[in-house]
């Protein structure tokens, strides 16, 4: 599932926090950077759980957000998704690998092979 520019950076927030999120907490964290109403970020967290991308927990009179996926496992699905739709596999598979850095590959290689 492909993530709007502002969803990403509010998934971004989520991620890094460690813990669950109010609204408020994720507004005051981009608006650091970007003017941002609190409404806007209120309805793109309304939205991404709508999504399954976070979830909802009722804290007191306030929503607390978190993501329902790591980064990693986020990225993954979005890769397998585009793989999937791709018509040759294992063309569309060999040449992302082929786009990355020797180290890249190597720290993959060495990822996957713990998770055995």
Known sequence: MALGDLERE???????????????????RLSRQRDLAYTTVMTVLDRLA?????????AD????????????????????????????QDAALAYFVGQLSPDALAAAIEASQKQK
């Open 10 to 28: 509010v998934m971004t927030q989520l991620w890094d926090a460690g813990e669950p999120l109010t609204v408020r907490q994720v507004h005051e």
């Open 50 to 58: 709508k999504k399954g991308v976070v979830t909802q927990q009722k």
């Open 61 to 88: 009179r306030a929503y607390k957000y978190a993501p329902s996926q790591s980064r990693e496992e986020m990225t993954a699905s979005v890769m397998l998704d585009a793989l999937s739709s791709s018509v040759d």
